[in-house]
T-cell receptor, first 113, second 111 residues
C-alpha cells in the first residue's frame, strides 16, 4: 500500500523555466512533509519541508505548496538550473510515527540546457 | 561538523554470507534510522534506534536482519545469510528530531 505517491516517474524542463513536482498522500495522519533531492550514488539531501498548519513554504528558488483537503503537495523550482537535475523524493511523517518517514517512489527531473 | 558517515560504500557478498553495514551519526545526534532502497523504488523505513535501544523495528524483515546502536561506536545493520533479494542501497539517517540527514549509503550486491 503506497501511502505517498509520485505519479510522474520523470519530468523534463527547459533551463530557466519552472519545474513542478507533484506528490499525493493517502494517510490523513501525516502532518509534516519533506522534499529530498538525490544524485546517483549519494544519499538524499533535505531540500525543504512544510507543516500541515501551513499551505506554503518558500526557500530561495524552492517553494512547497500543501493542499490538505486534496492530500496533495507540490514542489516548485524557479528558475530551473542544470544542477537541479536529480531524483526528487517526497516524504511524509505523522506526529505519532516517531519521526519515521514514508517516501514516494521519486521523480527524475532533467533540466534541458 | 562531519555529516552522517557510512561504510563500506560498496559491499559484495555471496549468497549465504553475512553483511555488516556501519553508520556513524552526525555529532550530537542520538537518533539513527535505517532505510533500504530497492532498484527503481523509494526508500523504505527499516528500523529506528536510540543509543542502546531499538525504538521501532516495524520495517525490518523478521528473519536474518538485526540492528544495534551501542553506547560507544557506530550503529550496525547486520544481515545474515544474504540472498539476492537483499541487493539494495542501505541508507542511514540521523536526527535530533525534525528533518533527517542521510548518509551516502552502502550499496550491497549479493552474487
Amino acid at each position: 500500500d503506497q501511502q505517498v505517491k509520485q505519479n510522474s516517474p520523470s519530468l523534463s524542463v527547459q533551463e530557466g523555466r519552472i519545474s513542478i513536482l507533484n506528490c499525493d498522500y493517502t494517510n490523513s495522519m501525516f502532518d509534516y512533509f519533506l522534499w529530498y533531492k538525490k544524485y546517483p550514488a549519494e544519499g538524499p539531501t533535505f531540500l525543504i519541508s512544510i507543516s500541515s498548519i501551513k499551505d506554503k513554504n518558500e526557500d530561495g528558488r524552492f517553494t512547497v505548496f500543501l493542499n490538505k483537503s486534496a492530500k496533495h503537495l507540490s514542489l516548485h523550482i524557479v528558475p530551473s538550473q542544470p544542477g537541479d537535475s536529480a531524483v526528487y523524493f517526497c516524504a511524509a511523517k505523522s506526529n505519532f510515527g516517531n519521526e519515521k518517514l514514508t517516501f514516494g517512489t521519486g521523480t527524475r527531473l532533467t533540466i534541458i540546457p | 561538523n562531519a555529516g552522517v558517515m557510512q561504510n563500506p560504500r560498496h559491499l559484495v557478498r555471496r549468497r549465504g554470507q553475512e553483511a555488516r553495514l556501519r553508520c556513524s551519526p552526525m555529532k550530537g545526534h542520538s537518533h539513527v534510522y535505517w532505510y533500504r532502497q530497492l532498484p527503481e523504488e523509494g526508500l523504505k523505513f527499516m528500523v529506528y534506534l536510540q543509543k542502546e535501544n531499538i525504538i521501532d523495528e516495524s520495517g525490518m524483515p523478521k528473519e536474518r536482519f538485526s540492528a544495534e546502536f551501542p553506547k560507544e561506536g557506530p550503529s550496525i545493520l547486520r544481515i545474515q545469510q544474504v540472498v539476492r533479494g537483499d541487493s539494495a542501497a542501505y541508507f542511514c539517517a540521523s536526527s535530533p528530531g525534525g528533518a533527517k540527514f542521510f548518509g551516502p549509503g552502502t550499496r550491497l550486491t549479493v552474487l
